[in-house]
């Protein structure tokens, strides 16, 4: 009896073992009923290829690309696109806004800044003037500062003196410019630059940087300048009658203690000391054949000048001429890159360093804008100055050296100075 009670109940306790395990397994079948009804991947049985295997896995992880999880998408896409960087290139943003008139105005703001300055630059100079007219451009620079109708000269310089402005103007072969930096008084800004000059308005660009606002700049300038001709008349059109062309000349006025000499030169060399410069630079400096020496380039719409200043003792003037022809020349036949990397760099440095204020950015817009018809950016600008190698430099300097007329001018005493054969004999080599 005693045996049969034991038996009896060890079944009793292991009863709810088993009924403890069913119940897990339905439970467990009960959570995966929803999921069955979501299609799975169903693996390929054991008795497939080994590339049957391959080609199901492939196939389940496109499948997980044609439909990715959306968590992972916030940032990135696994499928490549087309993207633009032309607005980080482009930086700093320069806007150009065309009237109806064909007045052009280009602004770059930089509400950070405490200064602002207003440009109006006319593509007309002294290039454009006929016998009649000798003398015009130079005159309405002067009249700029004259005052005008509401104000007269007095007025005008004490209202901008009183904002803490500065006024300037100058006037080229090319155009005409003039400029007002004013500090913290953007709201008198636009009230005072206007002034009534005589050309057509396809000619002009309004130019403002700094402190400034595109639409409120516009706005003004579309109230100021209604008064210009409407003559469509464009710089090219005028160039394209009057095609530049340069003649070989000489000038000479002995009146002055030292002698200045232009000639042809590329780089620019300070002779305080004899540093690792150009070569020009260090014969010139180690020989101490002049006080001082300056190299300087002009552009205008279609075409350029490029020269060297220098000033030097009477009894050096035929030396240093002699130095500057042969390296001038010598572009013709030799150029090393290493020079030709040194001003590619000293050409970039010179340009960012002279962006560095409102009136220099105003001022670049302007030139450009005249020059090209847009502004440039530096991504473009360093592109274009790093393709220029030594094989460019050669070709260009046969192009506009190699046998070529030159213009001469000195002021002192140029007894010594060789006469213009001598310089145009030098510019090119007898090499057999």
Known sequence: MAIRQLINLTRRTRKPVYSFTSLRSLSTAVAAAPDSAVSLPHPPPPTAMTYDRLAESVKQKLEKLEDPDPRFLRYNSPHPILDSHTDILSAPLTRVTTLPN???IATESNLASATATVGVFIDAGSRFESEETNGTAHFLEHMIFKGTERRNARELEEEIENMGGHLNAYTSRSRRHTTRRLKDKQEKLYSIIYMPLLSSIRLWVVVASGAVKHEDFVEEVKKLFT?????P????ELVAKEPAIFTGSEGFLDRSRFHRFDGYAVDVGFLESKCNCSELAQRVGINEIAESMMAFNTNYKDTGLFGVYAVAKPDCLDDLAYAIMYEMTK??????????IRARNQLKSSLLLHIDGTSPVAED??????TYGRRIPYAELFARIDAV?????????NRFIFDRDVAISAVGPIQGLPDYNWFKRRTYWLRY
């Open 102 to 104: 064909g007045l052009r």
């Open 227 to 231: 008064k210009l001709s409407s003559d």
């Open 331 to 340: 572009l013709c036949y030799r150029v090393s890159e290493a020079d030709v």
């Open 365 to 370: 817009i302007g030139r450009q804008m005249l």
């Open 389 to 397: 190698d030594a094989s460019t430099v050669k070709r260009v300097a």
């Open 233 to 236: 008349t464009t710089a090219s």
